[in-house]
């Protein structure tokens, strides 16, 4: 197939770790969020073009995760993820003091060419160093390995949701917490944390939010206690769920759309769209392909070298789940608007490129399938 010359030799090792399957389940999704992300626009176009850029920048990043696990030592990514970790907080500390801010949150950094949100590589980050921390222990773990582990995942969480953001600090945790769940950790320990965080919460409600998340926690039990403020884009979500019916009004054909009613369509609520455009057909149709590509992904994880590459696929596959679980739920009305957006579908460029490249790790951090 290829030519006993270097390049062919680099294509070998390339293709080794990409895992075709994934990558058309991948692609599909693409394709699908880059036709809603066109009918969600209006007129609005220069947001498709942007995000085929992004998706353009994401897949090289795919692509760079294979290459970096395929020619690079296993024990490479273990190394270097303590330095990530650090660099991490530190552009996360940059953010509080010279960060950019937009509708009363400090989230971004300006690095001139474009505008980044720190907090997204964090996904990666977390996970990269809890698997990094487990790697080289005993499991399942002793308890001062949790408590160390806690600890690793506890600070940036604080840091991110300081911002505030607490989708993504939602997003940040459960991927280091994933991670100490892969240790084997006995279930009495994950149990007691439960059990700690239901009587946590009442505190963490009144006295970790600010106002307008307690609102927000407020409109999901009731979103016409506030019709034109916080219960809004609940309410305009329900409106476009609820009037695609079976089949969908079809493509282009959304009134919530056209007429400007549904807010933040092409980003946190453009599952609305899938829904009024495609109706449950669609829905489920969809939801079925996330499905099966957080199946690949534990199968992936599952397929590890070691125990680092199993802990860490482990963790990117779920948090996927989260991701997915946390945008579908606040749109359907199950769960607070916290500004999750849907994964790989709505619009933009830093989250898009952070879960492509836990994607490119997973795929190259598993046991070589075949030589050539």
Avoid at 37 to 56: C, E, F, G, P, T
Avoid at 121 to 132: E, S, T, W
Avoid at 266 to 287: N, Q
Wanted: hydrophobic share 50%.
């Amino acid at each position: 197939m290829y030519d006993n010359q270097p390049f062919g030799d680099f294509l070998r090792r390339l293709f080794s770790g990409v895992d075709l399957t994934m990558l058309i389940a991948l692609a599909t999704l693409l394709g699908v969020g880059i036709i809603t992300l066109y009918s969600a626009s209006n007129d609005k176009l220069w947001r498709v073009d942007n995000q085929i850029i992004h998706i353009s920048l994401s897949v090289a990043g795919l692509f760079l995760a294979v290459i970096v696990t395929q020619f690079f030592p296993s024990t490479f990514l273990q190394r270097a993820s303590i330095w990530f970790y650090i660099l991490g907080l530190v552009v996360l500390l940059l953010v509080i003091f010279v960060g950019e801010e937009s509708k009363g949150a400090k989230r971004w950094l300006n690095i001139g060419v474009a505008r980044i949100q720190p907090s997204e590589f964090m996904k990666i980050i977390v996970p990269l160093m809890v698997a990094r921390y487990f790697a080289d222990k005993t499991l399942p773990p002793r308890f001062i390995d949790l408590v160390w582990a806690l600890l690793i995942v506890i600070v940036p969480v604080l840091l991110i949701a300081s911002q505030p953001d607490l989708g993504t600090a939602l997003l940040v945790a459960s991927a280091g917490l994933f991670g100490i769940f892969f240790t084997g950790i006995s279930w009495k320990w994950i149990i007691g944390s439960i059990v700690s965080l239901m009587v946590a919460a009442p505190l963490l409600f009144f006295y970790g939010m600010h106002d307008y998340q307690r609102q927000r926690v407020m409109t999901l039990f009731d979103p016409t206690l506030d019709r034109y403020g916080s219960g809004y884009h609940i309410l305009q979500s329900f409106i476009s769920l609820g009037s695609g019916g079976m089949n969908g009004k079809g493509w282009m054909h959304g009134d919530q759309v056209r007429l400007g009613f549904l807010p933040e369509r092409h980003t946190d609520f453009i599952f609305a769209v899938i829904g009024e455009e495609y109706g449950l057909t669609g829905v489920v149709m969809i939801l079925l392909l996330y499905l099966f590509i957080i199946y690949r992904g534990l199968y992936l994880a599952a397929c590890g070298r070691d125990t680092f590459a199993r802990i860490l696929g482990g963790c990117f596959a779920l948090t996927f789940f989260v991701y997915l679980f946390v945008n579908t739920g606040m749109v359907s009305g199950i769960l607070p608007v916290v500004g999750v957006p849907m994964p790989l579908v709505s619009y933009g460029g830093t989250s898009l490129l952070s879960l492509m490249i836990t994607f490119g790790l997973m795929m190259g951090l598993r046991k070589k399938a075949r030589k050539y």
